[in-house]
């Protein structure tokens, strides 16, 4: 084998080829690459998009709950410490009852629209810094820390345009009144101050209310159902729930949101296998595709296979002259398929993200998409060049030069 | 005796084999400048093909150089074709995306020479054959007596021990192919290449040293 002759010839044939056939094929190589990234990036959007949403809105990046068979976190001393605990972290904790929350639009008692729904008491500042509800508004407006019979309450409660629930409470507007009824009994009205929808279902079918006056009705304190922690910098959950077990939550319930996801989890590993048999398809196709282009050039120089066999290039040298041609087409479809989706594509789907109904998807276009979907071109391109040149090396001499 | 055969015969099987060589033993010396010319269909390409490993006979022997090829592997054939033999063939058998000197270099390239030692040896040989002002033009750049020459640069560039033309002349016009012809006489003079040329013009027996007649695939004198 002689690679040197077989890098030249192939150089020679792109340098002074044909033109036009090498920029289709060049483009048709890009468009190979993205249709491989493109599907994989898609699903790593909706996943991390999925995420987000649970850790912005659901469960920050820790929940602390209280200990089997107790209400509330009653460790008050250790509760109090989390707020000076460290910069890197927010937390905030909320009170949560079970609730019929129901909405009388007439006053006269018939067609009452009710149903029961979690209603959660915040500290409006703690829990500005922790979740992103107040950022996703989409009537009215969020609690003051001084609001007193205010309640904001989420799209899948109020019902209307957005809503996915089949029972709510039949498009509530912000102003008018609902009743909530307490687990525990008591039952007070509220004033609907704004309405939320932060596509996560879960967190926009609950209603909050302020925190103050929620303890003053429950007769409680300093305690909480539970706490949501957002970290503020890179370290990791494990590691912070080993330093929130040592500031004092020794017997509390600390998950990290990934153990939280349930469902969405299982639906993540869905999306990973479709991804995964989308990706197998694609490569197979680059892998014909190139096969295809490859089968043609060699069928036109069959002739001048022939003629390189007769003044005794090998075989070897031969293959490999195609072979080189396909990676060729490989490399620079990846490179410039690369530049693309990250110049281009990526930035246009983070300006303008698509609306899935867990959330804005964008592309997430990681290293180890590029990775996978690079090695598995360049593998498909082995394979798809080295087939038909090794079938036309194959043919004898005067076959090649005389047909 | 630089090429020598013994009894040399090659079938083409088919539903109806083909006898193309019934039993052939020539010896061409070395140095000399052979025509081998036949009616068509006599089998002279045939037989040029089987000499010049480009083919492998039903049975018989060759020897080139004193060594015997007839039973190379695919892999001997092609380093013997490169190092000893050289070819032009009836088209301008030239890859259309190489130069001139390119062409001619390529198989100096093909034994591993450094880029010094091809490029020199490439443009003396052009320069030789007549083209020493041509050497980076396309194949598309240059007449049909041009290509052919540069066909004769690159078979003679490895200095082959024999040069093996199949009717060289065919595609030229007849002013082409003189040039060709005289050509080909000056090596052979020159520098005293072996040259067996297959031909069917009567008239190009007057630039050859001998003449090797070929009839249904056996040898006749003529």
């Given amino acids: 084998m002689n690679a040197k002759a077989s890098l030249f010839l192939v150089i020679r044939t792109i340098k002074r080829g044909n033109k036009s056939s090498l920029i289709m094929i060049l483009f048709m190589m890009i468009l190979i690459f993205i249709n491989l990234i493109f599907l994989s990036s898609v699903f790593a959007g909706i996943i991390e998009g999925a995420n987000k949403e649970a850790i912005n809105n659901q469960y920050g990046n820790i929940l602390i709950e209280p200990e089997i068979d107790e209400k509330y976190i009653t460790n008050v001393k250790v509760i109090k410490k989390l707020d000076n605990f460290s910069d890197e972290i927010s937390v905030s904790p909320r009170y949560v009852n079970n609730t019929v929350i129901s909405f009388d639009q007439k006053k006269d008692g018939k067609n009452v629209e009710s149903g029961k729904w979690p209603v959660e008491s915040i500290d409006v500042y703690k829990e500005k810094s922790v979740t992103d509800i107040y950022k996703n508004m989409s009537v009215g407006e969020y609690l003051s820390p001084g609001d007193e019979g205010k309640i904001i309450i989420g799209r899948e409660i109020a019902g209307g345009e957005g809503s996915n629930s089949t029972n709510n409470l039949g498009n509530i507007k912000v102003g008018q009144e609902v009743d909530v009824n307490f687990n525990n009994g008591p039952k007070r009205t509220y004033t609907v101050k704004g309405i939320f929808d932060t596509k996560n279902s879960s967190a926009d079918s609950t209603a909050f209310v302020n925190q103050k006056e929620i303890e003053s009705f429950l007769g409680v304190h300093g305690l909480a159902s539970k706490i949501l922690v957002r970290i503020n910098d890179e370290v990791d959950e494990a590691t912070y729930i080993e330093r929130l077990r040592d500031l004092g939550f020794k017997n509390e319930k600390l998950s990290p949101w990934y153990e939280l996801m349930g469902m969405t989890e299982d639906a993540n590993k869905s999306f990973a296998m479709v991804s995964a048999i989308l990706s197998v398809i694609g490569t197979i196709v680059a892998g014909i595709t190139v096969f295809i282009i490859i089968f043609v050039s060699v069928v036109n120089k069959r002739k001048q296979i022939g003629i390189l066999k007769a003044i005794g290039m090998k075989k070897s040298t031969i293959i490999l002259s195609f072979i080189f041609q396909a990676l060729f087409y490989a490399v620079i479809g990846i490179i410039l398929g690369t530049l693309l989706s990250l110049l281009i594509i990526e930035p246009y789907f983070q300006a303008y993200p698509m609306d899935f109904p867990m959330g804005w998807v964008s592309l997430k276009i990681s290293t180890q998409i590029l990775l996978i979907s690079s090695v598995s071109l360049i593998i498909a391109s082995f394979i798809g060049g080295f087939v038909p040149a090794f079938k036309a090396a194959k043919e004898t001499i005067l076959e090649a030069i005389f047909g | ?222």
């Fill in chain 2, 1 to 222: 005796m630089i090429i020598s055969t013994k009894d040399l015969i090659k079938t083409y099987k088919g539903l109806v084999p083909t006898k193309a060589l019934r039993g052939v033993s020539l010896g061409i010396e070395k140095g000399e400048f052979v025509g081998l010319m036949g009616p068509s269909g006599s089998g002279k390409s045939t037989l040029l093909h089987q000499l010049g490993l480009l083919d492998s006979p039903s049975s018989g022997q060759i020897i080139i150089d004193g060594k015997e090829v007839t039973n190379y592997s695919e892999k001997e054939k092609s380093d013997f074709r490169l190092n000893k033999l050289g070819y032009v063939f009836q088209f301008q058998a030239l890859l259309p995306e190489l130069t001139a000197i390119e062409s001619v270099y390529l198989p100096l390239m093909l034994t591993g020479a450094n880029k010094k030692v091809y490029m020199e040896k490439a443009t003396k040989i052009l320069e030789e054959v007549g083209l020493g002002e041509r050497l980076h033009h396309l194949p598309k750049e240059l007449s049909g007596g041009e290509q052919q020459r540069v066909s004769i640069a690159r078979a003679l560039v490895n200095d082959p021990d024999v040069l093996f033309a199949d009717e060289p002349t065919s595609s030229l016009d007849t002013e082409s192919s003189l040039s060709v012809l005289k050509l080909f006489r000056r090596l052979n003079n020159d520098l005293g290449q072996t040259i067996l040329m297959v031909t069917h013009e009567l008239s190009h027996k007057e630039h050859v040293d001998r003449v090797i007649w070929l009839e249904d695939g056996k040898l006749k004198k003529k």
